[in-house]
């Protein structure tokens, strides 16, 4: 049994992934190539933004976002503890200080009452300016936008969603990718949408923060590409991820339903045992993963591994824990859900392609 059953997926659009290809090997525009602008097309048509801007990485998607924000040092950003190291490194990157806040313990997403706590803490200490907050869409469910939209509104702070997870995740219609200033997403392939290698997007309203996207992605280039009118990076999507996920996003919501009807499986068998994923009304999660919670996990995994069946653990180690940054001084004690969840939950397989 597989984890993440990819070649399941390959085999199913193994002829129109195949054909895309194939269409680029024949143009030979391996670069920024006509695949990757109707990518962005669709993509924003999909989340239902007026701009998509594809990058090398979900990392550098983060990154983009915070150099259009212009975060830097002396800048405090908020962001969950119980996370990818993503999240948090690429704040360091940028020379600004993570505040790191608590998990909600039922859907283990960043906890909007601690957040504020955090950012009434910063301000009281007055060393730091408030900048921006990223949420994450953690294991595929949507964080809670609506209170923490409100929250950013409140203190006027820049709002970021990362959504790397949770593509194809919802609240009330409205669909991941969409929340905040500007969302960003990873295609990654083990991500509910993937591609062969490595690649993400930025996505947003703001038409000036759409420029700036596209001109940090090639080197901070101005109208000529050899004027380069800022200090940029090299981030750019290849033409081959981007035929191989159109083909893929053709085929999205159909395997979202798969993922939604595995997950509803999962919990009706397993909720007696462990505490089971929460999906909030009106929510819906691409459940990048099934997250389980147990007092008894390393018992529990061995159980399964004696079946055959392979899990794992999504995350171990908090940011607050990683050596990195252990010089912000943060104890477990004060973020008390996140650091327990560490050492309770873990995964069991999870992709459309699923016989349950």
């Not at 800048?75 to 119980?82: E, G, L, M």
């Not at 820049?158 to 929340?179: M, P, Y």
């Not at 912000?328 to 939950?345: F, R």
Request: proline share 4%.
């Amino acid at each position: 049994m597989h984890f993440i059953d990819l070649q399941a997926q390959y085999k199913r659009l193994k002829t129109r992934i195949d054909q895309r290809i194939q269409d680029v090997l024949t143009h030979g525009k391996y670069i920024m190539g006509p695949e990757v602008q109707e990518l962005e097309k669709k993509l924003a048509e999909y989340v239902g933004v007026k701009h998509c801007i594809t990058c090398a990485n979900g990392t550098d998607a983060l990154t983009l976002s915070m150099m259009v924000l212009d975060i830097k040092e002396g800048d405090a950003v908020f962001c969950p503890t119980f996370t990818f190291f993503a999240t948090a490194e690429t704040i360091a990157f940028q020379k600004a200080t993570p505040i790191f806040v608590d998990s909600d313990i039922e859907t283990f997403n960043i906890c909007s009452e601690h957040l504020e706590k955090q950012i009434k803490k910063v301000i009281a200490e007055g060393k730091l300016v408030p900048k921006a907050i990223i949420a994450v869409d953690l294991f595929g469910l949507p964080a809670n936008y609506p209170e923490i939209e409100r929250i950013a509104q409140k203190y006027e702070i820049k709002l970021i969603e990362d959504a790397a997870q949770g593509f194809g995740g919802e609240i009330d219609g409205k669909r991941a990718g969409s929340f905040g200033d500007i969302a960003t997403t990873s295609f990654f392939p083990a991500k509910p949408l993937g591609c062969y290698g490595d690649g993400g997007a930025v996505f947003t309203n703001n038409d000036e923060y759409a420029e700036l996207l596209k001109s940090f992605r090639v080197h901070g280039k101005g109208q000529d590409k050899y004027d380069n009118v800022r200090i940029g990076m090299n981030s750019r999507l290849d033409t081959i991820q981007a035929a191989i996920l159109l083909e893929k996003l053709a085929e999205f919501q159909t395997e979202l339903k798969s993922r939604n009807a595995s997950a509803a499986k999962y919990s009706a068998q397993l909720a007696d045992t462990y505490k089971t994923p929460k999906v909030p009304e009106g929510y819906v999660s691409s459940w990048a993963q099934y997250t389980l919670v147990s007092e008894t996990r390393d018992e529990e995994m061995e159980k399964y591994k004696a079946q055959g069946i392979p899990t794992m653990i999504y995350y171990g180690t908090c940011m607050h824990q990683q050596t990195a940054f252990k010089y912000l001084g943060y104890s477990d004690s004060e973020l008390p859900v996140a650091s327990k969840l560490s050492k309770q939950v873990f995964s069991l397989p999870m992709h459309p392609y699923m016989n349950l």
